[in-house]
């Protein structure tokens, strides 16, 4: 045991503050004692941020963990992002963004629990209206769309007033845009599905844009041009 636990006592006895893992593998090594340190039962935030720290660590830690950890530091403790980044080692931006994944769905949550989104997936979503957000997390479990893919398509659901520019793409209202990027999102599933790879539509001013398609080889490419030209 080359750190000693930390414990605090409870009337029950002693409550484990950090170093769990130590104490099952203690557990399973057959020791009968382990070095111990008792921190203040008083100071219930410091222990906290004590056990925080340490799981921050741990390379096994979800970032729905991680949010739940912040939001009871922040609940229960009354800390603030800044007081939290400065207690974990992180930066304020990293706090905030891990706390805003507790607005997603159940549905979303657990693909990202059980590995089947990851936290940039997660993240994508954020940017997306709420009405939009099912059908673009669909298309993440369903079709396996890249983070980036999901960030563009979020970008455009989001932003119907044009790219960021301040200038109109097409005059249409929120809704009408917002409709047509889902629309897009199907027309590049249906690409995806005719053509046996990843597809992207990106739209510019007065409905221009571009489509751009993946190839895995000289061979397919070969293979995709004649499947257009046939076609």
């Known amino acids: ?23 099952r593998a203690s557990k399973l090594a057959g020791l009968g004692t382990i070095p111990a340190i008792t921190v203040n039962p008083a100071d219930a935030i410091g222990s906290l941020t004590i056990a925080l720290v340490e799981n921050v660590q741990r390379t096994d830690l979800g970032p729905m963990d991680l ?11 009354g800390r603030t992002q800044e007081e939290i980044a400065k207690a974990v080692g992180k930066s304020r931006p990293h706090v905030a963004n891990t706390l805003r994944l507790l607005e997603l769905g159940e549905q979303v949550v657990e693909a990202l629990e059980d590995g089947r989104i990851t936290a940039g997936h997660a993240r994508a979503l954020l ?23 999901a960030e ?22 929120a809704d009408t845009d917002r409709a047509i990027s889902l629309m897009v999102l199907e027309m590049e599933r249906a690409l995806e599905s ?17 489509i751009v398609m993946e190839f895995y080889s000289d061979r397919d490419l070969e293979a995709l041009v004649e499947r257009l030209r046939s076609n």
């Open 152 to 173: 563009r398509a979020a970008r455009a659901a989001a932003k119907p007033d044009g790219d960021g520019s301040g200038k109109p793409q097409r005059p249409v209202s």
């Open 67 to 77: 949010a739940r950890a912040y939001k009871q530091l922040h609940d229960e403790f």
């Open 127 to 149: 940017m997306a209206p709420p009405e939009v957000r099912n059908i673009l997390f669909q298309r993440m479990v369903r079709d396996g769309i890249s983070v980036r893919q």
């Open 1 to 23: 045991m080359l750190q000693p636990i930390l414990v605090r006592p409870t009337e029950a006895g002693y409550e484990v503050v950090a170093g769990e893992r130590r104490l």
């Open 194 to 210: 005719a053509l046996g790879r990843k597809c992207l539509i990106t739209l510019g001013k007065e409905g221009a844009g571009r």
